[in-house]
């Protein structure tokens, strides 16, 4: 095995371990280790295994590094024991004997841990196509379920390791040391979680993280540091409202859109994209080689030199222009019909481009995904719900549109931050839509909602009871006269309780 091949294989085991470096002179990339990231990526796949507790002498010299208080205790969550176990609840479970999907209630961590050991359930170690989460965004709002990991000063500079200078004084200013406080325990949330579910995706599987701006470049430099750099796919935008009104601006703009983050598993990812429509194509001649549209047949590139004339076979009329195709092909186009020959000298010849031609039958998608007018999700889960149950849930169609773009077949879809369910509805009627049979794994923790919020009014006692509901009524609400039909007809699920989340379970530091 070549070095070249060894460092690759170092990669791919330890993600972000390798970097590469340009002769600035040949222009020529060479791929390096790098001995701090090999360190770090060693004590995050193997944990108390990895032998080097302490920094080595490689880690001493200054280098490039994204670290925060806490992170060492946070990586070493991903590998430490889990003290919980899966409790099937029959009893809280639809159809359990003939579905694969599962809701499980408790902690993501432990249960991303089982999932990946296959404790109590299968394995889905290397099994899952899309992970999508959309986890607190750390606005410092407390919603119904803990959005804010802005420690106070107290504890965060208590547990910060001290910095002194050569005197022995304490070097780092409370203040200046601000941002620290408010993103460590975000990301000392977030690392164990990435870690683990990372061991979760297939080769050909990728990650969809839903964010704001409160969290996306930490967010992003984590990714980088879990996935691997170079396993960066796209940095996905859409809008959540069409004008700024009822947006407070700050600065004179006002902020409409939100991030999906997406990192693959290896390269074998792709996105599917979506079906190539036949809008913009029409076959008022009856054409025997089907619909078609009007388009150009001119060069942009070529040179003027390269024009030569085209005839109109049933005129006679001869046309000079650079076209984008050669003489023969031309000619063939014309004998064909396939060329659109203006009534009058002087105007444009034009080409039928036929819908039937293109090989694939999808399209890639756009980074910019448009509007999901909350306006519309709102109406939709007050029919399916009765009431607005849950707050800022993601939009329906955006969640259907994800899973288009990016599952299909039997792929198992795995969302760790459930909430009220809004991924499990969107693949439950996705199937029946498309006639696939992807199957859905979400974890919510039994999180209690306020008696005096909607929800609590409408009767939940927690965030997971809610989104139980919520797949049961998605799953009601399918007409089978309308689905596909391949579609199959599951709606059921199997639910795993890991009963109420233990002080380790949730420990962030
Ligand atoms: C932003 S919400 C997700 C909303 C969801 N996408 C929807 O459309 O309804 C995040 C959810 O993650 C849950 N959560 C937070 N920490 C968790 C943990 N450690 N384990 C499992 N769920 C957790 C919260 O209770 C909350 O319901």
Redesign the pocket.
Same mark, same amino acid.
Do not use: E
């Given at each position: 095995m070549s070095a070249r091949d060894k460092i690759e294989r170092l990669q791919q085991l330890f993600p972000g371990s390798v970097t590469e470096t340009q002769d600035p002179e040949t222009g020529q990339v060479t791929l390096r280790v790098a001995p701090e990231q090999l360190h770090t990526a060693l004590q995050a796949a193997l944990g108390d295994a990895y032998c080097s507790a302490e920094k080595t002498m490689l880690t001493q010299v200054e280098s490039y590094a994204f670290t925060w208080p806490g992170k060492t205790a946070a990586r070493q969550q991903a590998t430490a024991p889990v003290s919980v176990q899966f409790q099937p609840r029959p009893d809280l479970s639809k159809d359990p004997e003939t579905t694969s999907n599962q809701l499980i209630i408790g902690?993501?961590?432990a249960a991303l841990k089982l999932l990946r050991e296959g404790s109590g359930t299968d394995s889905l170690a290397g099994k899952v196509r899309l992970i999508y989460i959309?986890?607190?965004y750390n606005t410092g709002n407390a919603f119904i379920?803990?959005d804010n990991f802005r420690e106070s000063l107290r504890s965060y500079t208590a547990r910060k390791p001290k910095t002194t200078d050569p005197e022995g004084q304490k070097a780092f200013d409370d203040d200046a040391d601000h941002h620290g406080r408010i993103h460590a325990d975000w990301l000392s949330f977030m690392l164990p979680r990435l870690i683990v579910a990372r061991d979760l995706l297939r080769e050909d599987g990728c990650i969809v993280i839903s964010i704001d701006e409160h969290e996306l470049p930490n967010l992003w430099k984590l990714c980088e540091e879990v996935f691997g750099a170079e396993n960066f796919v796209e940095c996905m935008v859409y809008d959540k409202k069409s004008s700024a009104k009822g947006v407070p601006p700050t600065k004179m703009i006002a902020g409409v859109h939100e991030y999906m983050l997406v990192f693959q598993r290896s390269s074998a990812f792709s996105f599917i994209g979506r079906p190539r429509s036949e809008e913009g194509f029409y076959n008022p001649d009856n054409d025997p080689r089907g619909p078609w549209r009007n388009t150009n047949c001119k060069s942009t590139v070529k040179d003027p030199r390269e024009a030569f004339d085209v005839e109109d076979p049933a005129t006679g009329r001869r046309f000079r222009d650079v076209w984008a195709f050669s003489p023969a092909e031309m000619a063939r186009k014309a004998a064909a019909g396939e060329l659109l020959f203006p009534k009058a000298d002087g105007g444009q010849v034009r080409m039928k481009e036929y819908f039937n031609a293109f090989r694939n039958a999808n399209i890639p998608i756009k980074s910019s995904w448009g509007l999901y007018d909350a306006q519309y999700n709102t109406q939709y889960l007050t029919r399916l719900m009765g009431t607005k149950v #849950?707050l800022n849930?993601?939009h329906i169609r955006l969640m259907r549109d994800l899973l288009a773009y990016t599952t299909q077949g039997n792929d198992i879809v795995l969302d #760790? #931050? !459930? !909430?009220? !369910?809004?991924?499990a509805d969107a693949l439950l009627s996705l199937n029946a839509e498309d006639g696939h049979q992807r199957r859905f794994v979400l974890?919510?923790?039994d999180?209690p909602v306020e008696p005096s919020s909607a929800a609590g009014k409408a009767g939940y006692t927690t965030?997971a009871d809610l989104c139980r509901d919520r797949i049961n009524r998605a799953g009601a609400a399918l007409n089978p006269a309308e689905a596909h039909p391949n579609w199959d007809g599951n709606v059921g699920y199997r639910v795993l309780d890991l009963g109420p989340p233990t002080p380790v379970d949730?420990k962030v530091d």
């Open positions: 902690d993501n961590l959309d986890p607190p379920y803990p #849950f849930p993601k #760790f #931050f !459930g !909430g009220s !369910g809004t991924t974890v919510q923790l999180v965030i949730l």
